[in-house]
C-alpha cells in the first residue's frame, strides 16, 4: 500500500546541499530530508582539500578575485552574476559554518587556516593565494558532520533510505515527488509545496572514477524523465590525481602543501605547460597535461600514470625554485610530521591501498573522473528554470553537483564545489520555504504513483539473459577512453553507438532479487538505468559541441571558439531521443581572453 | 590467486534462519573485500545484500566482520587477510535486516541522545571564533568519527546490553565536550553519567583496535570518564 505525506518543503539527498537547504528551510517551513543513505554516508564526506573563501586570513585575498578566479577557471562558461554572487557569500558562509561549530583547522591566531589551491591567484601578481579554509584533509567530512548534528539540534525530519524514483509536476508547477522506502520496497508520495533537489553528480558513467558507488546522477534523470532540461552535460572534470587504477581522490591540497607532479625523467613537468602556477593550474589544464606526458612515453615506467611527489625533500627543492615563503616572509620549509598533521587521510589511502609512504616516497596517480559542472539548469536563488529564457518551474529548487547555476561552467576551480553547497544549498532552502510560505499544495496528479511503479515493476519483471554488471563495465569502459579527457568525433561517435546499444540490451537485463525488503539490486538496477541516460546525453552534448572549452577538450577542434559556441548547452530527452538547444552565458565585468596560467 | 568468500545469508521474507554461502572467485592480492561482494552480488546471487557507498574509507556505510574482527569491507586488502578463506558476518549486537545489512536505527540514537552537536547561545562575532591550535587539538582526534559503528559493534558491554550509549556515541559527545566554543559540556557529562553511560565501559579496546579512522576510542572514553569523576574539562 502506497503511503502519502505531506510537507511544505520536501528535500531530496542529504549532503551538504541538502542538509544546508534544510537547516534553512526548517526555520520557517515543515520540511522532510529524504535520502537514499544514510545523511552522513553522503558523497560531501570524501571532499579533502578545503572550501573556497576570500577570508585573508594569511594574506592579502578579496571576494573580487576569487570571482575572477573562478570566471578565468570556467574557460569563461560560467555565469558572472552567479559567480560573483557566490564568491561574494562565500566569506558570511563560512563563517556560518565556523559558528555551528565545524572544526576548522586554525592559524597561530587562532584563526581558520587556509592553504592554496589551483587557479586560486593573487589578481595583481598572478602567484597562487591561500584562499582554501580547511580542516586537515577532511573537510568535506566536517563539513557533512557539522550541517548533519546541526540538523538535528533542529530536529530535521529525515527519511533515511528512502530512495526517489520519480517527480511529480502537475499543471506546470511542482507538486511533489514518490519514493520507494528501501527497507521494506513500499512507495510513499510525498506531496510538497517546494521540492528541491540535491542528489548529487553521476561519476559513475566512467571507469576510473573518484565517485562513490551511489553517485549515479538520480537527480538530472528523474527530472529528465519530467521533461525538465539538462545544461552543459559535456563538461565533466577530471581530477588530476587520482590513486593509479583505483581513481580514489588525492586532494589538490597535496599540491598546496607544496607536492609536485613528476615525470618519468624525474622532471616537473607543470613547469612547460603552466609556467606561473605550474602545480597549481586549474584541474583541466593539469590532466591534459598528464595525458601529453603519457602519450609522448614519460608515464612511470612506460604506465599509465605519473608520480605526486609530497615528501619533504621534493617540497623543499621546488619551494627554493618557487621562492615560496611563510606569511612571515621567512622560506617555506616542511617537515615529515608537518605533512602527516596536515594530510593524514591521504597517508592513510596511500598506505592502505597501493602501500605506499608519501612522506618517503611518491605516490602514482592518473586523472579520474570526478565532478560534473553539469545539471538541472538553476538560476542564483535554486529555482530549476526551463528553457533558454530561463523561465521557472514553480516549486522546484535545485542544488550542489546536481544544479548547473552556472557556477563552474566548463571547469570548476577546487574548493568551489563545497562552496557552491553551502551558498546555493542556503539560497535553495531559503527560496524554497519563501515559496511554501506564500502558495497551497499544488494538487497531486492522478496515480501519483504510476510511472514509479512501472519503472519498479519493469525492472522486477525483467527476465533476459544480460548481466549489469557488464553492461555497466562496457559502458564505463568506453566513456573514459572516449568522452574522457581528451575527445574526437571518432572516438565520441563509437561511444554513443556503444552506449546506445547498452541502452538496448539493457531492456532485456537479468534480475535475480524480486523480494520487497531491502532489495539493493533492483535500486542498483534502476540506478543503472540512470547512468546509461546520462550517458547519452553527455556524449550527445560532447559531439555537438565543435570546440575545446575546458574540460571539453577535442583534438578535432583543438581551440576555443568564442564566436560559435560562448553559450550554455541545454539537452531535454523526448521519446527516448536527445534534443539540443543553447542558451547565451552571463557575462558582466570579465571580457573572454585567452586562459593562461 | 584463488580465494573463497563465505558469506551470512538471511533472507527475512523466506529464511526462517540464516545460513552461509561460499562463492570461489579469482581475485588480486590488491583487491578490496568490498570488490570481492561487488563481484559475488554481480556474478553469483544477485539478492545478496549489503551497503556500500564510497568504497574507501570515509563514508562509514560498510562495516562488517571479516574474520571475526570488525572491519570496513572496502578497507581491508586480500592481501592482508591470513586466509584464502574469507567469511563476511554482519557486525554483532544489531539486529539483521537482510544478509549483511542491520537495523542502524538504535545506533543512531544513542549517537542523538548525547547532543551531538555544539551549543553555544552566545552571540558569535562577526568573523570567526577565536580558537587556539592546541584547543582544536585537544578534541581533534574524536572529529575524525564516520559513525560505522565498528566500535560499538564490537564492544562486548553493547553486545550485553544494547541500551548502552556505546563508544561511538561517547566518542561523539567527547568532540563537543573538549571543544572551547561548547557550552554544553556538563549537560553531556550528565547524560554519560548514567546507568546506561560511560561507566559501563571496561577498557577492553576492542573499539579502539578496530576503528578504520585510528580513534583512540577508549582514550577518549578515559577521558570523558575524568572529566565526571574531577568535575573539570582539562
Redesign the interface.
Known amino acids: 500500500m502506497t503511503q502519502y505525506h505531506k510537507y511544505d518543503v520536501v528535500i531530496v539527498g542529504a549532503g551538504g546541499a541538502g542538509l544546508t537547504a534544510a537547516i534553512n528551510a526548517s526555520k520557517t517551513a515543515s520540511t522532510a530530508v529524504l535520502s537514499k543513505?544514510?545523511p552522513?554516508?553522503?558523497?560531501t564526506?570524501?571532499a579533502q582539500g578545503g572550501v573556497g573563501a576570500a577570508?585573508g586570513n594569511i594574506e592579502e585575498d578579496k571576494p573580487e578575485w576569487h570571482t575572477f578566479d573562478s570566471v578565468k577557471g570556467s574557460d569563461y562558461l560560467g555565469d558572472q552574476d552567479a559567480i560573483e554572487f557566490m564568491c561574494q557569500e562565500a566569506v558570511q558562509t563560512?563563517?556560518e559554518l565556523?559558528?555551528?561549530?565545524l572544526?576548522?583547522?586554525?592559524?597561530?591566531?587562532?584563526?581558520?587556516a587556509q592553504r592554496p589551491f589551483g587557479g586560486h591567484t593573487n589578481n595583481i601578481t598572478g602567484k597562487p593565494v591561500q584562499r582554501a579554509c580547511y580542516?586537515?584533509d577532511?573537510t568535506g567530512?566536517?563539513i557533512l558532520?557539522?550541517l548533519y548534528?546541526?540538523c538535528?539540534?533542529h530536529n530535521v525530519r529525515f527519511f533515511d533510505e528512502f530512495q526517489v524514483v520519480d517527480l511529480l509536476i502537475e499543471g506546470g508547477v511542482a507538486a511533489g515527488v514518490v519514493a520507494i522506502e528501501i527497507?521494506t520496497g513500499e512507495l510513499h508520495v510525498f506531496q510538497a509545496k517546494s521540492v528541491v533537489i540535491a542528489t548529487g553528480g553521476h561519476g559513475r558513467i566512467w571507469e576510473i572514477t573518484s565517485n562513490?558507488?551511489?553517485y549515479t546522477g538520480d537527480g538530472v534523470a528523474v527530472a529528465m524523465r519530467r521533461g525538465i532540461p539538462a545544461e552543459d552535460m559535456e563538461f565533466f572534470q577530471f581530477h588530476p590525481t587520482g590513486i593509479y587504477k583505483?581513481g580514489?581522490l588525492i586532494t589538490e591540497g597535496v599540491r598546496g602543501e607544496g607536492g609536485v607532479l613528476l615525470n618519468n625523467e624525474g622532471e616537473r613537468f607543470m613547469n612547460r605547460y603552466a609556467p606561473t602556477v605550474k602545480d597549481l593550474a586549474s584541474r583541466d589544464v593539469i590532466s591534459r597535461a598528464m595525458y601529453l606526458e603519457m602519450r609522448d612515453g614519460r608515464g612511470i615506467n612506460g604506465k599509465r600514470y605519473l608520480n605526486l611527489d609530497v615528501t619533504p625533500m621534493t617540497v623543499n627543492k621546488y619551494a627554493i625554485e618557487d621562492g615560496r615563503t611563510k606569511p612571515d616572509g621567512s622560506p617555506y620549509v616542511v617537515t615529515a610530521e608537518e605533512i602527516l598533521a596536515k594530510l593524514p587521510?591521504i597517508i592513510?589511502?596511500a598506505r592502505?591501498?597501493?602501500g605506499v609512504d608519501p612522506v618517503s616516497e611518491p605516490m602514482p596517480v592518473q586523472p579520474t573522473a570526478h565532478y560534473a559542472m553539469g545539471g538541472i539548469p538553476t538560476n542564483m536563488f535554486g529555482e530549476v528554470v526551463l528553457d533558454k529564457e530561463n523561465t521557472v518551474l514553480p516549486g522546484l529548487y535545485a542544488a550542489g553537483e546536481v544544479a548547473c547555476v552556472s557556477v563552474h561552467g566548463a571547469n570548476r576551480l577546487g574548493t568551489n564545489s563545497l562552496l557552491d553547497i553551502i551558498v546555493f544549498g542556503k539560497f535553495s532552502g531559503l527560496k524554497a520555504a519563501e515559496y511554501a510560505r506564500e502558495v497551497n499544495y499544488q494538487t497531486l496528479p492522478e496515480d501519483p504513483d504510476g510511472f514509479s511503479r512501472q519503472q519498479l515493476d519493469g525492472i522486477l519483471n525483467s527476465n533476459g539473459e544480460e548481466?549489469?554488471?557488464d553492461i555497466a563495465r562496457e559502458m564505463k569502459d568506453v566513456m573514459f577512453d572516449h568522452v574522457g579527457v581528451f575527445r574526437t568525433e571518432e572516438g565520441m561517435q563509437k561511444a554513443l553507438d556503444k552506449v546506445l546499444e547498452l541502452k538496448g540490451r539493457f531492456k532485456n537485463v537479468?534480475?535475480?532479487?524480486l523480494?520487497?525488503?531491502?532489495?539493493?539490486?533492483l535500486l542498483n538496477l534502476w540506478e543503472l538505468g540512470n547512468l546509461i541516460e546520462l550517458a547519452e546525453v553527455t556524449t550527445v552534448s560532447a559531439l555537438a559541441r565543435k570546440e575545446s572549452r575546458g574540460a571539453h577538450a577535442r583534438e578535432d577542434y583543438p581551440e576555443r571558439d568564442d564566436v560559435n559556441w560562448l553559450k550554455h548547452t541545454l539537452a531535454w530527452m523526448r521519446d527516448g531521443n536527445v534534443e539540443l538547444d543553447y542558451k547565451p552565458v552571463t557575462i558582466t565585468k570579465y571580457e573572454p581572453k585567452k586562459r593562461v596560467y | 590467486m584463488q580465494v573463497t568468500l563465505r558469506v551470512f545469508r538471511f533472507?527475512?521474507?523466506?529464511d526462517k534462519k540464516p545460513h552461509y554461502e561460499s562463492y570461489k572467485m579469482d581475485a588480486e592480492p590488491?583487491d578490496r573485500v568490498l570488490d570481492l561482494l561487488?563481484y559475488a552480488?554481480?556474478?553469483f546471487?544477485?539478492?545478496l545484500?549489503?551497503?556500500?557507498?564510497?568504497?574507501?574509507?570515509?563514508?562509514?556505510?560498510d562495516a562488517v566482520r571479516i574474520n571475526g574482527r570488525n572491519r570496513l569491507a572496502c578497507?581491508v586488502?586480500v592481501k592482508e587477510l591470513k586466509s584464502k578463506k574469507i567469511t563476511i558476518e554482519p557486525v554483532l549486537g544489531m539486529r539483521v535486516?537482510?544478509d549483511l545489512?542491520v537495523d542502524?536505527e538504535p545506533f543512531?540514537e544513542h549517537y542523538?541522545s548525547v547532543?551531538?552537536?555544539?551549543?553555544?547561545d552566545e552571540p558569535?562575532p562577526?568573523?570567526?571564533?577565536?580558537?587556539?591550535?592546541e584547543?582544536?587539538e585537544r578534541?581533534?582526534d574524536t572529529?575524525?568519527?564516520?559513525?560505522c559503528a565498528c566500535c560499538t559493534t564490537s564492544c562486548p558491554s553493547f553486545w550485553s546490553g544494547e541500551d548502552y550509549v556505546g563508544p561511538a556515541a561517547i566518542v561523539a559527545a567527547h568532540?563537543?565536550v573538549f571543544?572551547s566554543?561548547?557550552r554544553a559540556g556538563a549537560e553531556r557529562l550528565k547524560i554519560l553519567n548514567d546507568s546506561f553511560g560511560v561507566f559501563r565501559c571496561h577498557t577492553i579496546f576492542n573499539c579502539t583496535e578496530c576503528c578504520p579512522r585510528?580513534i583512540e576510542v577508549t582514550r577518549a572514553i578515559g577521558e570523558v570518564k575524568k572529566a565526571i569523576a574531577s568535575g573539570k574539562l582539562d
Open positions: 543513505l544514510y552522513t554516508r553522503s558523497h564526506g570524501t577570508l563560512v563563517y565556523e559558528h555551528m561549530g572544526p576548522f583547522s586554525r592559524t597561530p591566531e587562532g584563526r581558520i580542516s586537515a577532511r567530512h566536517m558532520q557539522t548534528q546541526q538535528i539540534k527497507l562513490a558507488y551511489t583505483m580514489i587521510d592513510d589511502f592502505t591501498y597501493i548481466n549489469a554488471a537479468k534480475t535475480a532479487d523480494g520487497n525488503m531491502f532489495n539493493t539490486e | 533472507n527475512p521474507e523466506t590488491t561487488e552480488k554481480s556474478y546471487d544477485g539478492t545484500s549489503f551497503r556500500r557507498s564510497c568504497a574507501h574509507g570515509v563514508c562509514g556505510s578497507k586488502l535486516i537482510k545489512v542502524m543512531f542523538r547532543m551531538p552537536y555544539l551549543v553555544n558569535p562577526s568573523r570567526e571564533r577565536i580558537q587556539s591550535a584547543q582544536h578534541f581533534d572529529t575524525k568519527c564516520i559513525l568532540r563537543f571543544d566554543r561548547d585510528e
